[in-house]
């Protein structure tokens, strides 16, 4: 297991949609690009991949400490017209299958001992719901976690009080 973080986890999956034949545009983790891309010129491609979700929290003991981090993304298509349900249903149908095709490359990436994300794919937390964002914005949400090693060492450089608190 390697470390992780907040911009590698964003670097990593910007990269997924550049790299994948079948998405289109990245959304990180703040609703003002969603809003800015959206704004621009022929608005936002679909099908998008969007963040949406990050929390870390720590599991193990004193000598193991594991880092859990809840990711979320969606995929999602849009301009679909408010009373076309058939169209609606199909673009989850899409979208799920897409999810899937994400999620595998996870999977694939975990089981690399050079990638970052190495043993570190938990596919027995993986959700995915369908979700409407708009009127005209549908597809699912994907919720699942990473554990990686995590260091818990106070570094006395950055605290003024160590040679007061433990010895």
Known sequence: MKEN??????????????????LNEFVAFFEREWTSKKAKVGGIAAPILALFRYEMGFEGNDQNTIAVRK????????????????????????AEKLAVK????IRIDSSNPEHFLYNSF???????KPVELSSSDFGVDVLFSLKNKQILKVDTADWKDMDHVCK
């Open 71 to 94: 990711l979320g993304f969606a995929i999602t298509f849009n301009k679909i017209p408010a009373g076309d349900f058939p169209a609606q249903y199909n673009a989850i149908y899409e």
């Open 5 to 22: 973080s907040y911009i590698q986890i964003k670097d990593y999956f910007e990269n997924l949609v550049e790299q994948s034949n079948f």
């Open 122 to 128: 938990m596919k027995e937390t993986v959700e995915i």
């Open 102 to 105: 994400v999620l595998s490359r």
